[in-house]
T-cell receptor, first 114, second 112 residues
């Protein structure tokens, strides 16, 4: 058990819809990272938050947004969903904001777009 | 920009055989290096990390990795593979002020 909690585990929705994925980091971790994993793209870094502020941005689409709340949990919002958004979405957390620290991953949310 | 390559997409070994998974990185300075394992339907689990010091690092589940600066490599090894080691393995690199970068992964199959 990594200590990182992601909900829901599975999500099935239709094109054009909007969903919210939730992540609670390990106790004491200030950084939260979001990743998308698909068969054709591999593991893609989306965005990082550190202590409530956006810290780094990766390959995140404009239809996607995230935030980190004062209690350090984070949400990833995906809107105007397309078939290609079907993937596993992982949240990871680390103690500090720099990537010299190991990240601890949740079990992911599997998003299926019908 | 930093990058990580894992030359082997898929490796198959027999149970009890030794294993070496290759990882090469491109980085301007000494990076922080990590190996993760992902079992089917699971998240990534940290196996081991290298920050500095001894270039041979020990991890969980009997894995070890060796940092070779001259070859820009950080290969993962295990002397005797168990069937439960079948999974996807990711090498990753990071450092101050840089994004974490994962390699494409190597899928390990274990024959009985």
């Amino acid at each position: 058990d990594s200590g990182v909690t992601q909900t829901p585990k599975h999500l099935i929705t239709a094109t054009g819809q909007r969903v919210t994925l939730r992540c609670s980091p390990r106790s004491g971790d200030l950084s939260v990272y979001w990743y998308q994993q698909s068969l054709d793209q591999g593991l893609q870094f989306l965005i990082q938050y550190y202590n409530g502020e956006e810290r780094a941005k990766g390959n995140i689409l404009e239809r996607f947004s995230a935030q980190q709340f004062p209690d350090l949990h984070s949400e990833l919002n995906l809107s105007s969903l397309e078939l290609g958004d079907s993937a596993l979405y992982f949240c990871a957390s680390s103690v500090a904001g720099d990537s010299n620290q190991p990240q601890h991953f949740g079990d992911g949310t599997r998003l299926s777009i019908l | 920009a930093q990058s990580v390559t894992q030359p082997d997409i898929h490796i198959t070994v027999s149970e009890g055989a030794s294993l070496e998974l290759r990882c090469n990185y491109s980085y301007g300075a000494t990076p922080y290096l990590f190996w993760y394992v992902q079992s089917p339907g699971q998240g990534l689990q940290l196996l081991l990390k290298y920050f500095s010091g001894d270039t041979l690092v020990q991890g969980i589940k009997g894995f070890e990795a060796e940092f070779k600066r001259s070859q820009s490599s950080f290969n993962l090894r295990k002397p005797s593979v168990h069937w439960s080691d079948a999974a996807e393995y990711f090498c990753a690199v990071g450092n101050y002020g840089q994004n974490f970068v994962f390699g494409p992964g190597t899928r390990l199959s274990v024959l009985p």
